[in-house]
């Protein structure tokens, strides 16, 4: 029998806009939670483990697309499903 529950890997860098190559729509149909220095962030757009970053939209300022400019911290990254 299989598992119809199965989640799919957490990549290394995973993107949450579709328009980046990051981006992998299989791990977004389970939530993800996202750890930065051992604390519970709920605005990454962005990540890399190996690299130690995440990437979370700035509060007021827009690139010229009308997207939210995306500021990047540094830190111990912890990725997993919920």
């Not at 977004?28 to 709920?42: A, D, S, T, V």
Request: glycine letters at 6%; a negative charge.
């Amino acid at each position: 029998m299989s598992d119809n529950n199965a989640k799919p890997d957490l990549p290394d860098h995973l993107a949450s806009n579709s328009r980046s190559p990051h981006y992998v729509a299989e791990c977004f149909e389970h939530p993800i939670g996202i750890r930065l220095n051992g604390k519970e962030r709920n605005d990454v757009e962005e990540y890399c483990i190996s690299e130690g970053w995440v990437k979370i939209p700035s509060p007021k300022a827009l690139d010229r697309r009308g997207q939210p400019i995306l500021i990047k911290l540094k830190g111990t990254v912890e990725a997993y499903y919920i």
